[in-house]
């Protein structure tokens, strides 16, 4: 069986891919965040999972911190961080970065560490 959910479900805008999905409901072991951080220096702060994350970017370049490391990446990249380990990202600019975020679990469990 296939779900089909539609943008008005998880977005918080309709002009940008932002916003984010718990995807246990619909039967997958993941969650996805859509991050559009139009902004230089936007971004989540410090913070960990219990799961890997993966970070697709997709248009624009971040700094993201991963454990003791700091890592430009940009449109095309995709990053991937291990469990436990602390992580955060910021816009470097000139325009907006834009991210598919997917948490390899069912539901959102973030602690944040700043």
């Known amino acids: 069986m296939a779900h089909v959910i539609d943008r008005d479900t998880w977005s918080v ?7 984010e999905l718990q995807c246990s409901a619909y039967g997958s072991n993941s969650c996805l ?3 559009y951080l139009p902004n230089v220096g936007g971004g989540p702060r410090l913070h960990t999972h219990p799961y ?11 700094l993201f911190t991963v454990g ?7 449109a095309g990249q995709i990053l991937i961080v291990r469990p436990n ?4 990202f910021t816009n470097l600019g000139p325009g ?3 991210t598919t975020d997917i948490h390899e679990n069912g539901s959102f469990i973030t ?3 700043e």
């Open 13 to 19: 805008r309709s002009d940008h891919w932002k916003g």
């Open 33 to 35: 965040i859509f991050n």
């Open 52 to 62: 890997a994350e993966i970070f697709i970017i997709r248009q624009g370049a971040g």
């Open 68 to 74: 003791d490391q700091e890592i430009e990446a940009s």
């Open 85 to 88: 380990t602390p992580h955060k």
């Open 96 to 98: 907006p970065l834009e």
């Open 111 to 113: 602690e944040w560490l």
